[in-house]
């Protein structure tokens, strides 16, 4: 299958996401200035998992599939779950906590399922699935993360340290589309199912939502 196969898969699938997409209550009550910090706190608890679940995540994806183009793409991600780890640091300080304090409050329920998704799809997917979502994706998450950076520094007053983590995400790596691109082609080329790909960039796009919908639960 041509890379156009794959683009063409990569349209459907945006389109498909794009059908389900609504507002952002969390972002848009952090834009305003009119989030609790407590909310803030419910973030970095979060996110603290998320990441290290993903970095795991990805990193079984690249034991999965090794060989060029999915490894490498793979092991690029984990690597920048890595780097992001120690970016949440500086933001949790801003909040007053520790890594640990963070880590001994129960998480929700409902803004772990991203992850929670991410690792089933790692463990018994395929390596089109998880390049597919991510691709389809990380454009909306980036610019989420784009608008908490804005909104912490104009409306809360942090530093650029303690944005970090959020500006670290707010832009792909560079060459991320075509590594994903080809790793999606290569993967119909050997076989896979381009239906299970769709509903998995569709299920990974619910499961964001997910999160942020229970972050401003209540509000």
């Known amino acids: 299958m041509s890379d156009r196969d794959a683009a063409g898969l990569v349209a459907r ?14 972002l ?7 989030l609790p910090r407590e909310r803030l706190v419910w973030m970095a608890v979060e996110e603290y998992r998320i990441v290290r679940s993903d970095q795991r995540s990805f990193a ?8 060029p183009p999915s490894g490498d793409l793979f092991l690029e991600l984990a690597q920048g779950e890595g780097r992001a780890l120690n970016l949440l ?9 520790s890594e640990k304090n963070l880590n001994a409050r129960d998480p929700l329920p409902f803004a772990q399922a991203y992850p929670a998704h991410l690792a089933q799809r790692a463990a018994f997917g395929t390596a089109t699935e998880v390049a597919l979502a991510m691709l389809v994706n990380l454009e909306e998450w980036g610019g989420y993360c784009a608008r908490t950076a804005h909104a912490l ?15 670290f995400f707010a832009e792909p790596p560079p060459g991320f589309g ?22 998995c960039a569709r299920l990974t ?7 942020w919908e229970a972050l401003a639960a209540g509000l």
Request: aromatic share 10%; glycine share 12%.
């Open 60 to 67: 079984l994806l690249a034991a999965r599939y090794p060989d």
């Open 178 to 199: 075509e590594r994903a691109l080809a790793v999606v082609a290569a993967g119909l080329d050997a076989g896979d199912d381009p239906v299970e790909a769709v509903r």
């Open 153 to 167: 520094r104009g409306r809360y007053g942090f530093p650029e340290e303690a944005v970090a983590f959020f500006s």
């Open 205 to 211: 796009h619910a499961y964001e939502t997910a999160f």
């Open 13 to 26: 699938a945006r389109r498909e996401v794009e059908a389900g997409a609504g507002g952002n209550r969390f």
């Open 89 to 97: 640091d500086g933001f949790a300080a801003a909040l007053g906590e």
């Open 28 to 34: 848009d009550l952090l834009e305003a200035g009119d």
